[in-house]
T-cell receptor
Framework: AQSVTQLGSHVSVSEGALVLLRCNYS??????LFWYVQYPNQGLQLLLK??????LVKGINGFEAEFKKSETSFHLTKPSAHMSDAAEYFC????????????FGSGTRLQVQP | DAGVIQSPRHEVTEMGQEVTLRCKPI?????LFWYRQTMMRGLELLIY????????DSGMPEDRFSAKMPNASFSTLKIQPSEPRDSAVYFC?????????????FGPGTRLTVT
């Protein structure tokens, strides 16, 4: 069975501060890992993904994430938060390559304070 | 491309009524997914298709839910009869055949309210 745990349902940062959103997964096989962002009343948009290769992955809007197998983690970071980053962020995983559907974490709502 | 198109964007219906949600995937995509988002259960897969064939419907809640994909450019999710607990946002997503890590593109969702 695969699962994804996002620590912290709400995270609040000041504009310009570091953003760190945590994601841990459980998998007995190498996973495919994703971060999606959801703005209010919109669908989900892919921020970045890890499939194979380099463990530090860069995405859109200045976000990046590092796959750490030893820690079973895929935390999302951004050096300097912007007001427009306020949204809900979902970590997702595929561990069964025969099953293409995503398993999502519970989401983290990011607030950015001026 | 216009992206994944879903209709209607909002649906309000009374308990017991039939509801049909529609999705047009991105042209050329071979996979189509239906997800549901609720406060209690988060985002969860209902069913997905590959080349118009249902591959995994293990997430479909019960017999009241059915999904079809009659051709590569259209899919429906039907709830009959609808119940208040079906109130949720329903997302359709599509992706291209190939690598497992291919991006899934999401539509804007249909917000369903059953009273």
């Amino acid at each position: 069975a695969q699962s994804v745990t996002q620590l912290g349902s709400h995270v609040s940062v000041s504009e310009g501060a570091l953003v760190l959103l945590r994601c841990n997964y459980s998998s007995s096989v190498p996973p495919y890992l994703f971060w999606y962002v959801q703005y209010p009343n919109q669908g989900l948009q892919l921020l970045l993904k890890y499939t194979t290769g380099a463990t530090l992955v860069k995405g859109i809007n200045g976000f990046e994430a590092e796959f750490k197998k030893s820690e079973t983690s895929f935390h999302l970071t951004k050096p300097s938060a912007h007001m427009s980053d306020a949204a809900e962020y979902f970590c997702a995983v595929i561990t069964d390559t025969g099953r293409r559907a995503l398993t999502f974490g519970s989401g983290t709502r990011l607030q950015v304070q001026p | 491309d216009a992206g994944v198109i879903q209709s209607p964007r909002h649906e309000v219906t009374e308990m017991g009524q039939e509801v049909t949600l529609r999705c047009k995937p991105i042209s050329g995509h071979d996979y189509l997914f239906w997800y549901r988002q609720t406060m209690m259960r988060g985002l969860e897969l209902l069913i997905y298709f590959n080349n118009n064939v249902p591959i995994d419907d293990s997430g479909m809640p019960e017999d009241r839910f059915s999904a079809k994909m009659p051709n590569a450019s259209f899919s429906t999710l039907k709830i009959q009869p609808s119940e208040p607990r079906d109130s949720a946002v329903y997302f359709c997503a599509s992706s291209a055949f190939g690598q497992v890590g291919n991006e899934q593109y999401f539509g804007p969702g249909t917000r369903l309210t059953v009273t």
